[in-house]
């Protein structure tokens, strides 16, 4: 099948990523995408350890995405990529996974960051980067869960629009 959710937010695997948006995408198989988590066994089993039994799930490093996704790809797999920052989203995207969409879904305020929205907060970085996908055709989207009302990334003013 394909990529048909990739996904930026710093919580990773959660409930709203378990409860909403596996169904709603039919995904069968999560990728994490992690450098820190993916070198650290305690912190990869704990996150392991919430995942109900009937998903499939990998936490790698960005060095291991490409190979991993294609196999999962060639396998037919529903893949839901998730990623901490916009960087790691990119730097995937750059080493050739593709995918026409990009949902932001929670970025943590943080100093020299701003509010876009409840959820979301960035930096001048974050602003280039998302700017960057959107000149690459990616869609950028904001929505916690899907039944939110979905706001487009708008680079012409580096804000969230309808």
Known sequence: MS?????VDNRLIHGQVLEAWIPHVHADYIIVVNDAIARDPFRKQLMLGCVPDHLQVKICS????????????????????????????LNAYENGLEFSRLNLGNMHLAKGKRGISRTLAVDEKDTRILDRFAAMGVKVTAQCVPSDRAQCWDSTCHELGS
């Not at 990529?3 to 996904?7: F, N, P, Y």
């Not at 991993?68 to 797999?77: A, G, K």
């Open 3 to 7: 990529v048909v959710l990739a996904r």
């Open 62 to 89: 960005l060095d291991e995405l490409p190979a991993l996704s294609q196999r999962h790809l060639e396998r037919r797999h529903n893949l839901l990529l998730l990623f901490a920052t916009p960087q790691d989203a």
